[in-house]
């Protein structure tokens, strides 16, 4: 086991999925063996991701005017004939193909097997059970908190939390969201992997929903928040003390961060000063 | 030059449909060139003007938007050229700037005015190719075709970036390079 130190621009580059066959084993084998050099480039991937997320919102803004006057104007002039509906067809074709590029860019720029990056089992069964009970009309969670009166509401948000964190072994918390709009429906004991897991079902004033989906972590070292679209569906997910969180919902990444950030800071709160 | 196309003075409409579509891409790379929303979409316009005037030289077997972030990246260096203003862009301002571009920043648990930051503190030379690969997802090839440098370079320049950006995210309160745990990183 005599590896030469890779250099960290063919690191660098391995985390770009710029690397090949004997390249990419030797840094796989160095990172394996070396942990701190593998933190160093966990750090550098959670940059990469957070670059990412900090400006994808730019993507969902409306184009201004402007810019798409200059893409059909003519001999510099706005040309009449692409006014009104043929234009809107256009600027659909236009998003087509803007999206055909992003999702051929997506899949070329996908680095190899990288452990890290890619979602661990337990967030698809985050996801799936979102996908499976959010859109339950009769029966979305085990344990209600909305029914009654507000003492019972009450009653039934401390059973449930209590019961939650004796199954889980962890705390569970009741995290409150009504600042972002969303309202604590119930939650339910899931299987996870290796033991239970717990879902927390919230909804906003439209009927949307987003849930938290809650473990006790694999190992107990604080993880970056992590972005992941599974389908239909966007997850943030990321590990704090003994407890795994996975936020999922249909919503855009920009909200679903801001709920995310307002669970994280919410649980460091609670962790800091217990006051229920 | 020759072109499989004969040339014709005015763009045709495909080629402004697949324009179109790659204003979204445009506008987010400009905006982590200058940072600033209206001075970004300027740029976005000027790239826009000139590859309507140079159609007829794009290929189009190639990829569109390798060919106009190239552009966006020759209108951003002869714009740092002309004005100097650009080239100073002031951290706190630009960080203030970038507030106010997110319509929903949520509460802010320490990482974006650190990243961008620490972006602005980076290198013209380090920053796009930083950008190009990690959120743009351009390979090493296409970053080096838009910046026309040597892929080897791109590569130097990537891994640089990645190192100084991290010296400037852990900040004064770790000044070397060391030992270092995982931090939390949002």
């Given at each position: 086991?005599?590896?030469?130190?890779?250099?960290?621009e063919?690191?660098?580059?391995?985390?770009?999925?710029?690397?090949?066959?004997?390249?990419?084993?030797?840094?796989?084998?160095?990172?394996?063996?070396?942990?701190?050099?593998?933190?160093r480039?966990?750090?550098?991937?959670?940059?990469?991701?957070?670059?990412?997320?900090?400006?994808?919102?730019?993507?969902?803004?409306?184009?201004?005017?402007?810019?798409?006057?200059?893409?059909?104007?003519?001999?510099?002039?706005?040309?009449?004939?692409?006014?009104?509906?043929?234009?809107?067809?256009?600027?659909?074709?236009?998003?087509?193909?803007?999206?055909?590029?992003?999702?051929?860019?997506?899949?070329?720029?996908?680095?190899?097997?990288?452990?890290?990056?890619?979602?661990?089992?337990?967030?698809?069964?985050?996801?799936?059970?979102?996908?499976?009970?959010?859109?339950?009309?009769?029966?979305?969670?085990?344990?209600s908190?909305?029914?009654?009166?507000?003492?019972?509401?009450?009653?039934?948000?401390?059973?449930?939390?209590?019961?939650?964190?004796?199954?889980?072994?962890?705390p569970?918390?009741?995290?409150?969201?009504?600042?972002?709009?969303?309202?604590?429906?119930g939650?339910?004991?899931?299987?996870?992997?290796?033991?239970?897991?717990?879902?927390?079902?919230?909804?906003?004033?439209?009927?949307?929903?987003?849930?938290?989906?809650?473990?006790?972590?694999?190992?107990?070292?604080?993880?970056?928040?992590?972005?992941?679209?599974?389908?239909?569906?966007?997850?943030?997910?990321?590990?704090?003390?003994?407890s795994?969180?996975a936020?999922?919902?249909?919503?855009?990444?920009?909200?679903?961060?801001?709920?995310?950030?307002?669970?994280?800071?919410?649980?460091?709160?609670?962790t800091?000063?217990?006051?229920? | 030059?020759?072109?499989?196309?004969?040339?014709?003075?005015?763009?045709?409409?495909?080629?402004?449909?697949?324009?179109?579509?790659?204003?979204?891409?445009?506008?987010?790379?400009?905006?982590?060139?200058?940072?600033?929303?209206?001075?970004?979409?300027?740029?976005?316009?000027?790239?826009?003007?000139?590859?309507?005037?140079?159609?007829?030289?794009?290929?189009?077997?190639?990829?569109?938007?390798?060919?106009?972030?190239?552009?966006?990246?020759?209108?951003?260096?002869?714009?740092?050229?002309?004005?100097?203003?650009?080239?100073?862009?002031?951290?706190?301002?630009?960080?203030?700037?970038?507030?106010?571009?997110?319509?929903?920043?949520?509460v802010?648990?320490?990482?974006?005015?650190?990243?961008?930051?620490?972006?602005?503190?980076?290198?013209?030379?380090q920053?796009?190719?930083?950008?190009?690969?990690?959120?743009?997802?351009?390979?090493?090839?296409?970053?080096?075709?838009?910046?026309?440098?040597?892929?080897?370079?791109?590569?130097?320049?990537?891994?640089?970036?990645?190192?100084?950006?991290?010296?400037?995210?852990?900040?004064?309160?770790?000044?070397?390079?060391?030992?270092?745990?995982?931090?939390?990183?949002?």
């Open positions: 086991m005599d590896v030469q130190r890779p250099d960290d063919l690191i660098s580059a391995w985390l770009d999925g710029e690397t090949e066959g004997h390249d990419s084993e030797r840094v796989q084998d160095w990172l394996r063996d070396h942990p701190e050099d593998a933190a480039v966990r750090l550098w991937a959670a940059d990469r991701d957070a670059l990412r997320a900090r400006l994808a919102s730019v993507l969902d803004e409306p184009v201004p005017d402007k810019l798409t006057q200059t893409v059909w104007r003519r001999g510099g002039r706005f040309a009449s004939g692409w006014r009104g509906p043929w234009l809107q067809v256009a600027m659909a074709a236009g998003l087509l193909v803007a999206g055909a590029l992003i999702g051929a860019t997506w899949v070329r720029g996908m680095p190899p097997d990288l452990s890290w990056t890619a979602a661990p089992r337990w967030t698809q069964r985050a996801a799936f059970a979102h996908a499976v009970y959010a859109p339950e009309v009769r029966h979305p969670v085990e344990v908190v909305r029914e009654g009166d507000a003492v019972q509401q009450r009653e039934q948000e401390q059973h449930l939390s209590r019961w939650l964190t004796r199954r889980l072994s962890v569970v918390k009741l995290f409150d969201l009504r600042d972002q709009g969303f309202e604590l429906v939650g339910r004991l899931l299987p996870d992997g290796g033991g239970p897991s717990a879902q927390l079902m919230y909804q906003d004033s439209a009927g949307q929903r987003v849930t938290i989906y809650l473990r006790k972590a694999d190992r107990d070292a604080p993880a970056a928040f992590r972005y992941e679209r599974q389908g239909d569906l966007g997850l943030f997910y990321w590990v704090e003390g003994s795994g969180f936020l999922v919902g249909p919503q855009s990444r920009e909200r679903l961060l801001a709920l995310a950030q307002s669970i994280y800071q919410q649980d460091q709160q609670s800091a000063a217990p006051t229920r | 030059m020759t072109s499989p196309r004969k040339p014709t003075v005015q763009a045709n409409d495909v080629f402004r449909q697949q324009l179109l579509g790659a204003i979204p891409r445009l506008r987010r790379y400009a905006r982590s060139l200058v940072f600033d929303a209206a001075a970004a979409d300027d740029l976005v316009q000027t790239t826009l003007e000139r590859a309507l005037a140079h159609w007829h030289q794009f290929d189009q077997r190639r990829d569109l938007l390798v060919w106009v972030l190239s552009i966006a990246h020759n209108a951003h260096m002869d714009q740092r050229r002309r004005d100097s203003r650009v080239t100073v862009v002031d951290p706190e301002r630009a960080s203030a700037e970038q507030d106010s571009l997110a319509p929903d920043p949520g802010d648990v320490g990482l974006r005015i650190d990243l961008i930051n620490a972006l602005t503190r980076l290198s013209v030379e920053r796009e190719p930083l950008l190009l690969v990690s959120v743009e997802q351009l390979t090493y090839a296409e970053c080096a075709e838009v910046l026309r440098i040597p892929v080897g370079t791109v590569m130097s320049r990537v891994s640089r970036a990645r190192a100084a950006l991290r010296q400037w995210l852990d900040g004064s309160a770790r000044p070397a390079a060391g030992a270092r745990g995982l931090r939390r990183v949002v």
